[in-house]
């Protein structure tokens, strides 16, 4: 309803394609700036006070906006200012929100949870939209502004009725160093940087629909705020009917077939609204595009939140929400700005090939086999007897480790030595590098650098998962005995 609403309001003005894009961005660029600490955040603090505190600053400023447009005091460039903040809020919530799921379900049904998330998200869409046509139609946007504004009550009571379990925080590093293992873990993770791409290569011109569906309303099909909200709905109750079928369609269809067949279905869909000027059919289009979209967003979603560690999750999701809304943001100033003198046909029939030659990428860039379905449990490494107690900021650390390793046994030893190479610098290692002793041709000594004793020591304690300890068992068999270890750290 805040959505339209605010759109609604600039659709008179003049460059009013433009105008409304820019409101749909400054809804979603937030997150490019807020979400990256705001995932640090909620992997050190407690995320139900992160949740209460950016709920409640959303709520004021919704009331803000309320009080203002009640008194005829907004002006275009107030609204947007608004509504960036609004978006900074939400911003802030998204990782917390997204890395609470697996708290509150098994991870065997991480994948409806995120489907009834969804689901829950797009029955609002479904019924927001349609109502704030017929509020606007009868009265003013001020109306609709103080009924999301009174929403977020029944958000702060739902909060405030949960806690978070004690054991759900990890807590044990500082903004910055925890800000950099973050992004050095998505660096280091094929398969969630696979998920990122397929995520930029459909969100992008995915939003040019989301953003000109305003103008399809008012200028090319002249159905008014009520149509337009009546195309919003069509859209959201497609997606609400996709979380309920999606688990059938993954039981016949793997992710990228969903990804790549779903994503064709909303390229059609963003050409007929391009180019079909007859409302009901563009109605109809609107609701399978909504399955579409639902079915998309769905697939990576699950396939983020399964593939990533405890420590790491809150972190990683802002990073996929950064790619994800942030790609939002930014294709609704691209495609604003493309309708603005080219038109809004040709934006989006531009939208639509775009699409299209994304789904073609999917043959050489598909999400890993393997995605979703690695041991993600936590494995403790025990620490070998040391001589002196370091203190947790000493460092950076050099940890050696030292094989015994036949010649018949070389060379699979050293392919193994290569996957864990990822592991070790996904956990922590900022650098990392495999020796062969030239006095001594069977022993290979490896090297990796940690920036300080505590990251090491979480390395051990909360980072290696049951995959990494998989992989670490694999190059111990191929070498002789245990490796000689050795804790060297800077003075």
Not at 25 to 49: I, K, N, T, Y
Not at 384 to 405: C, E, N, Q
Not at 433 to 448: I, Q, S
């Amino acid at each position: 309803m805040q959505t339209v609403g605010a759109q609604w309001m600039l659709i008179h003005q003049a460059h009013a394609a433009t105008l409304v894009s820019i409101v749909q961005a400054a809804s979603l660029l937030p997150v490019m700036f807020v979400s990256l600490p705001a995932g640090v955040l909620a992997d050190v603090l407690d995320r139900r006070q992160i949740l209460l505190a950016a709920q409640g600053g959303m709520a004021v400023v919704a009331a803000l906006l309320t009080v203002l447009t009640a008194a005829g005091l907004t002006t275009p460039a107030l609204l947007i200012t608004l509504t960036f903040l609004l978006g900074c809020g939400q911003a802030l919530t998204n990782p917390a929100w997204q890395a609470i799921q697996p708290m509150l379900v098994p991870r065997e049904q991480i994948p409806a949870a995120a489907a009834l998330n969804s689901m829950n998200v797009n029955i609002s869409r479904a019924i927001g939209p349609a109502l704030a046509g017929v509020i606007l139609a009868v009265t003013s946007a001020w109306v609709v502004f103080a009924i999301n504004a009174v929403s977020f009550a029944g958000v702060l009571f739902a909060l405030a009725r949960w806690h978070e379990p004690h054991d759900a925080r990890t807590g044990t590093q500082t903004m910055l160093p925890a800000l950099r293992s973050g992004t050095r873990y998505v660096r280091h993770a094929p398969g969630v940087r696979r998920i990122l791409l397929r995520a930029a290569l459909f969100v992008v011109p995915a939003s040019a629909l989301w953003a000109l569906l305003p103008i399809v309303a008012s200028q090319l099909l002249r159905i008014g705020s009520g149509g337009y909200g009546l195309l919003l709905a069509a859209l959201g109750a497609g997606a609400v009917l996709g979380a309920l079928v999606l688990s059938r369609i993954r039981e016949r269809l793997s992710p990228n077939a969903v990804i790549g067949l779903f994503s064709l279905v909303f390229a059609a869909g963003t050409a007929v609204a391009a180019t079909v000027r007859n409302t009901p059919t563009v109605v109809v289009v609107m609701f399978v595009s909504g399955i579409a979209w639902l079915a998309v967003l769905s697939t990576l979603n699950t396939s983020m939140q399964l593939s990533l560690p405890a420590w790491v999750r809150a972190r990683a999701l802002s990073v996929y929400l950064v790619v994800f809304m942030g790609g939002q943001g930014l294709g609704s100033l691209l495609w604003g700005a493309v309708a603005g003198p080219l038109g809004t046909s040709v934006a989006l029939v531009a939208a639509a090939a775009l699409l299209a030659a994304g789904v073609v990428t999917l043959a050489w860039l598909p999400l890993h086999k393997v995605t979703g379905t690695l041991d993600r449990t936590i494995t403790h490494l025990p620490f070998p007897a040391l001589a002196i107690s370091p203190a947790p900021g000493d460092g950076p650390v050099i940890v050696a480790l030292a094989y015994r390793v036949s010649a018949a046994q070389a060379g699979s030893f050293i392919d193994a030595m290569r996957k864990l190479s990822v592991s070790r610098q996904r956990t922590g290692a900022t650098r990392w590098g495999l020796f062969r002793d030239a006095g001594d041709p069977e022993r290979y000594v490896e090297l990796f650098e940690v920036p300080s004793w505590s990251e090491h020591e979480l390395q051990h304690q909360e980072r290696v998962t049951g995959f990494d300890a998989d992989l670490l068992a694999e190059t111990r068999r191929y070498a002789a005995g245990d490796p000689e270890i050795h804790h060297l750290i800077a003075t």
